[in-house]
């Protein structure tokens, strides 16, 4: 039986996982799941959120409403869908729906939404290579992190996790990046704590693949404004970034300044108690350790390797036997090493926990080699073009 058929019985579940698993397989990134929230308030769950990249600077970000019902209500969800896009700030909108109406796909066509329909929902579901069991679901996922706040007596990891897929709907760039890069770390810490051959150990590993894709994902849609740039100044973009949460330090730095401003001019002793905020501001940001990840990231962010890591991390995470360190490709590896290094996690504890942790693969004969555009790494299996949709 297929992990996907696993899920609790629910149509729909299901077939977020099989649309996963195609887009994933078609060259996208694919997170479900994700949250929308406004005020605090539930408003719903993006079912896919997808990320392309198409040309060293070019970027593309989709989102997929997926429903398997049988009174789908397609024109509502296409008209809902629309909307979100346009509310979340996304490239394209799809949804998936089992009508067969021709006049549906042209209702969806002409306000710029892609109708998946019947038909091709009907291929996929078929389509035996995208029901082999190759990954856990995101329940299963999501019920162990259950399992574990409920024995810490908190909700620290759903929160955690919850926030960083939420992060790439609102503030995604340098922001998500900095949020995923303090989320890794939390996770790093958690696997190294939680013990070995433990649950925990492994939940949090797979955590921490994930927080470490949406870094990679970030940085990689923060690049491509610059990916002309020459070597140094891809690498003070993303020092100001990860310092000052934006890109354009100009532009990051200009609140600080009206507030400095606002301190020399109304406060008692002003120029001295500006001088020091100052003083202090710049210091507290020159003490983040910005430089192991900006030296690494610029030194590959001419090519697809940060794209590349963020899929190998994302499918690492959700992979049937959680992998361990060294069986990652060499390019994920060095990038989760510099977001360990950055952390202040040594990444022997990783190594070292990962080859005892519960559930874990252990790493094959060595194969230090990273596949380059358009080509399947490790944790891809290559298309079976024949059995594919």
């Given at each position: 039986?297929?992990?996907?058929?696993?899920?609790?019985?629910?149509?729909?579940?299901?077939?977020?996982?099989?649309?996963?698993?195609?887009?994933?397989?078609?060259?996208?990134?694919?997170?479900?799941?994700?949250?929308?929230?406004?005020?605090?308030?539930?408003v719903t769950d993006?079912?896919?959120?997808?990320?392309?990249?198409?040309?060293?600077?070019?970027?593309?970000?989709?989102?997929?409403?997926?429903?398997?019902?049988?009174?789908?209500?397609?024109?509502?969800?296409?008209?809902?869908?629309?909307?979100?896009?346009?509310?979340?700030?996304?490239?394209?909108?799809?949804?998936?729906?089992?009508?067969?109406?021709?006049?549906?796909?042209?209702?969806?066509?002409?306000?710029?939404?892609?109708?998946?329909?019947?038909?091709?929902?009907?291929?996929?579901?078929?389509?035996?290579?995208?029901?082999?069991?190759?990954?856990?679901?995101?329940?299963?996922?999501?019920?162990?992190?259950?399992?574990?706040?409920?024995?810490?007596?908190?909700?620290?990891?759903?929160?955690?996790?919850?926030?960083?897929?939420?992060?790439?709907?609102?503030?995604?760039?340098?922001?998500?990046?900095?949020?995923?890069?303090?989320?890794?770390?939390?996770?790093?810490?958690?696997?190294?704590?939680?013990?070995?051959?433990?649950?925990a150990a492994a939940?949090?590993?797979?955590?921490?693949?994930?927080?470490?894709?949406?870094?990679?994902?970030?940085?990689?849609?923060?690049?491509?404004?610059?990916?002309?740039?020459?070597?140094?100044?891809?690498?003070?973009?993303?020092?100001?970034?990860?310092?000052?949460?934006?890109?354009?330090?100009?532009?990051?730095?200009?609140?600080?300044?009206?507030?400095?401003?606002?301190?020399?001019?109304?406060?008692?002793?002003?120029?001295?108690?500006?001088?020091?905020?100052?003083?202090?501001?710049?210091?507290?940001?020159?003490?983040?350790?910005?430089?192991?990840?900006?030296?690494?990231?610029?030194?590959?962010?001419?090519?697809?390797?940060?794209?590349i890591v963020a899929?190998?991390?994302?499918?690492?995470?959700?992979?049937?036997?959680?992998?361990?360190?060294?069986?990652?490709?060499?390019?994920?590896?060095?990038?989760?090493?510099?977001?360990?290094?950055?952390?202040?996690?040594?990444?022997?504890?990783?190594?070292?926990?990962?080859?005892?942790?519960?559930?874990?693969?252990?790493?094959?004969?060595?194969?230090?080699?990273?596949?380059?555009?358009?080509?399947?790494?490790?944790?891809?299996?290559?298309?079976?073009?024949?059995?594919?949709?």
């Amino acid at each position: 039986m297929s992990s996907v058929a696993k899920v609790s019985g629910a149509k729909g579940y299901a077939l977020e996982e099989i649309l996963k698993t195609y887009f994933a397989r078609s060259n996208y990134l694919a997170v479900h799941g994700i949250p929308y929230v406004i005020d605090g308030e539930d408003v719903t769950d993006i079912d896919l959120w997808l990320y392309e990249r198409p040309g060293a600077a070019t970027r593309r970000r989709l989102i997929v409403d997926i429903k398997n019902r049988k009174s789908p209500r397609t024109a509502e969800r296409i008209v809902w869908t629309k909307g979100l896009q346009s509310a979340v700030g996304v490239d394209s909108a799809i949804v998936a729906s089992p009508t067969k109406s021709q006049n549906m796909r042209r209702f969806a066509k002409s306000i710029g939404v892609v109708l998946l329909d019947g038909d091709a929902i009907g291929k996929l579901t078929q389509s035996e290579t995208l029901r082999e069991e190759t990954h856990i679901p995101l329940e299963t996922l999501n019920a162990s992190i259950r399992t574990i706040d409920a024995g810490r007596r908190s909700v620290e990891w759903r929160t955690t996790f919850d926030r960083a897929r939420m992060s790439l709907i609102s503030g995604f760039g340098s922001q998500s990046a900095n949020f995923n890069l303090g989320a890794a770390g939390f996770f790093a810490e958690q696997a190294v704590t939680a013990g070995a051959r433990s649950e925990a150990a492994a939940t949090a590993l797979r955590l921490l693949y994930f927080t470490a894709a949406l870094v990679s994902i970030s940085l990689d849609f923060v690049m491509a404004d610059h990916a002309f740039r020459s070597h140094e100044e891809r690498r003070q973009v993303i020092l100001d970034g990860l310092r000052f949460g934006q890109a354009d330090q100009a532009a990051a730095l200009a609140g600080v300044k009206t507030a400095i401003a606002l301190t020399r001019q109304y406060a008692d002793n002003g120029n001295a108690v500006a001088k020091q905020i100052e003083t202090s501001f710049f210091a507290d940001a020159e003490r983040l350790p910005a430089e192991v990840i900006a030296d690494h990231v610029a030194k590959i962010s001419g090519k697809d390797t940060a794209f590349i890591v963020a899929r190998e991390l994302e499918a690492a995470c959700f992979a049937s036997a959680v992998h361990s360190f060294d069986v990652l490709p060499i390019d994920t590896k060095a990038f989760l090493g510099v977001v360990l290094d950055f952390n202040g996690i040594a990444r022997e504890k990783i190594a070292s926990l990962t080859l005892k942790a519960s559930g874990v693969q252990p790493a094959p004969p060595d194969k230090s080699t990273t596949p380059k555009e358009g080509e399947t790494g490790v944790l891809f299996p290559k298309r079976d073009e024949k059995n594919s949709a």
